[in-house]
């Protein structure tokens, strides 16, 4: 991790954003059947899901909707999910709960930690992160979350034959992902048109911003060799 003062630098903002009231009736009712709370060790899965299935892990669902729909489209697969912002918990929570899902598990705290303290090395099927936030400005890229660190602590966590798939519509970021990745013999990048979205992957909120703005957007998919 990149430190500042022997402080870490972080990916995100702490925000206090304001939750609906549908979104605390979520939490509130429903929130021990979805949050695990982060520890500073490594957790055994084996009894943490209604079945024992390959985990994906996901760093920033923002207000969760595509998360969602790829826990209910991927019943075969179990989701631990990272965000630190209460809104988009609650959010999360009450889409989930509507569906009675039983396939994901959400983590409020920063999932680049979670990802090195909680989880077995080699042990995960896949890490989705998508659009994350680009810091456009040069004396802010030192915050983004994806560089040659945090590609190496993937690497290091996703089995062999695992998929990292990364989307964002920040053409410069996706360049410097794009040739850190390839500069990476751990991965292999599998798809040709990085501007085409791969179906599995639904459309998030972030992404519709940026397309309304007429963003290009990059979808990355990297094998774990
Ligand atoms: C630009 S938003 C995108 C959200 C969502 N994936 C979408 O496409 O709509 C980036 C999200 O990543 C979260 N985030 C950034 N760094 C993070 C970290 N280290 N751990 C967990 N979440 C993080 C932010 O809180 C924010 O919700």
Request: aromatic share 10%.
């Amino acid at each position: 991790m990149i430190m500042n003062n022997n402080r870490p630098i972080r990916s995100y903002v702490k925000r206090q954003g304001r939750l609906t009231k549908a979104q605390k009736n979520a939490i509130e009712l429903h929130g021990r059947n979805y949050l695990i709370d982060f520890q500073d060790e490594l957790i055994s899965f084996d009894n943490l899901f209604e079945k024992n299935l390959p985990i994906v892990f996901e760093i920033g669902f923002g207000m969760g909707g595509a998360t969602f729909q790829i826990t209910k489209d991927n019943p075969e697969k179990n989701f631990i999910v990272t965000d630190v912002h209460q809104p988009g918990i609650g959010n999360l929570i009450k889409l989930c709960a509507v569906d009675s899902l039983e396939n994901i598990k959400i983590i409020q705290h920063d999932g680049l930690e979670v990802l090195r303290t909680m989880f077995t090395d080699y042990g995960l099927l896949g890490i989705n992160i998508f659009f994350p936030d680009p810091w456009h400005k040069k004396r802010h890229n030192k915050r983004r979350l994806i560089n040659k660190d945090s590609l190496e602590l993937f690497s290091k966590k996703i089995m062999v034959g695992g998929m990292l798939h990364i989307a964002t519509d920040w053409e410069p970021y996706a360049i410097e992902i794009i040739d850190l990745i390839r500069q990476d013999s751990d991965y292999e990048i599998i798809n040709n048109d990085f501007n085409q979205r791969p179906n599995f992957r639904p459309e998030t909120k972030y992404e519709s911003r940026g397309m309304r703005l007429g963003h290009k957007v990059w979808d990355i998919l990297a094998k774990r060799r």
